[in-house]
């Protein structure tokens, strides 16, 4: 569903006509604003009541690493308007000082995705505007002396170099243990995968004894912090392929297209787009897909990859030709919207029903909603522990039953019928076994 969203909203947003600097205003304020909902946080008047996730606070966004992410390539908008009203030196200087409070914020999330995101994208925006600008300097020369802080900086984060102690982390070594499980994932599913949003139902098994070894076995993750690798152990070779040249064709049309433009001051224009390209595919490279992060990227491929009639034709609106292509692009959207609405009907009606039958503590509608729908492990165990706690042993056991016949990698459910008190010497024997098989490292043993 979130994946069939960002096509969707990559159609709408390819067949609209919008002005480059529109889109980073539009950019800009949500930036703008999660950066003040962060402040508030800060000092005390959540009035949201979002939780906190490691010792800092989570903005909109869910946790710091996010709201570091993100504030990291979106901050560029600021002074790329800053830039595009140069002659206006006041207003100019005053897109200085959100890029500014984005950065403090950035360095209280104490993440280090966001420094990253941000020190790549200004490094490919500063270093593609100085070649455009001095385009007589030669570009070897000019890589060079971006090159070094960009190099030290990445081998810093791996605990290599002058940098390491500032920036390299165990969250770098785990996501290097998530990565490799996820590559085993793909070689051992090269076509299928192992299925969408099921990664944490395989991590256990795929995972290496060093991964152990170096944070213990109760250590595990439903992604592989990093997205390609997701798609690639989700659906194989095929969604893999398929998400990665989405990412990369409207990059590639982007720099035909840039060629075609006469004007210096006109790749000066476009050149953002790169920089945000590449300060969120950073980001995206070490963490999940984060709905609130990456719906901004979905919208820059869009853009890069559309003729961009806005930047060369100042009325798109009266250019019949342009308005008949626009037409005719907003077909797929209204296909794909439709089929969209059709599929979606009744897992979201699900939802509802279970929110609604939860609110009423009706705790046997949950039940036959999570029997008829059991997709969800994390659902059916929460439902199987509530039913477990309140001393109704038998239904849980039968949702748990019915729940590994839809989920039979699920060490969780699997390790609730070991021990349920109602399970049989024989289920409990084949629930022992199930569970050495999904874990072959960690053979769980009843503690």
Known sequence: MTLASFALLFLIA???????????????????????????QIFGYDFGNYKEYYGAPSSTLGNRNFVSGFLGFSSLAFLDLGRRLAKRTRLSFLLITPFLFNLWVIIETD??????????????????????????????????IFAVPALLVALGSFGIGPLSNLLSSTTVFSRLDYWRASVLMLISN?????????????????????AISRFGESQVTDSAHNVFLDMFSYGGLPLGLTYLA???????????????????????????????????QLQTLVSV??????????????????????????????????????LASRIPVFFVSTSMAVMSFLPVKTNIDFLAAA???????????????????????????????????????????NGVLHNPKSFT?????????????????????????????FPYQGQ
């Open 190 to 210: 090269p076509l299928a995968g192992v299925g969408l949003g099921a990664y944490g139902d395989n991590y256990r098994y795929f995972r290496d004894q060093q």
């Open 413 to 441: 459910l699997w390790k609730l019928i070991y021990e349920n008190p109602n399970t049989s010497e024989v289920r409990e024997n084949e629930a022992l076994t199930e569970l050495k098989r999904i874990d072959p490292r």
């Open 111 to 144: 993440s280090i995705q966001g420094i990253a995101s941000l020190a790549l994208a200004l490094f490919v925006y500063l270093f593609c505007q100085s070649y455009l600008t001095f385009s007589q300097v030669n570009i070897l020369k000019l890589a060079s």
């Open 289 to 326: 897909n984060q709905i609130g992060v990456s719906v901004g990227i979905w919208i820059i491929l869009a853009l890069m990859s559309s003729k961009a009639e806005t930047d060369t034709n100042p009325n798109p609106k009266g250019n019949p030709k342009i308005v008949k292509t626009a």
């Open 14 to 40: 390819r067949s609209a006509i919008i002005s480059l600097q529109t889109f980073l205003v539009y950019l800009s304020i949500p930036s703008l604003l999660v950066s003040l909902y962060f402040t508030i």
């Open 246 to 280: 989405l990412n990369l064709v409207p990059v590639l049309i982007f720099l035909l297209r840039l060629k075609t433009l006469k004007s210096q001051e006109d790749k000066r224009n476009q050149i953002v787009f790169l920089a945000l390209w590449f300060g969120f």
């Open 359 to 401: 609110n009423r503590a009706d705790g046997l509608a949950m039940k036959n909603l999570v029997q008829e729908f059991s997709q969800d492990s994390k659902l059916i165990a929460m439902v199987a522990t509530g039913f477990q706690s309140s001393n109704y042993s038998n239904l849980s056991l039968e949702i748990l039953n």
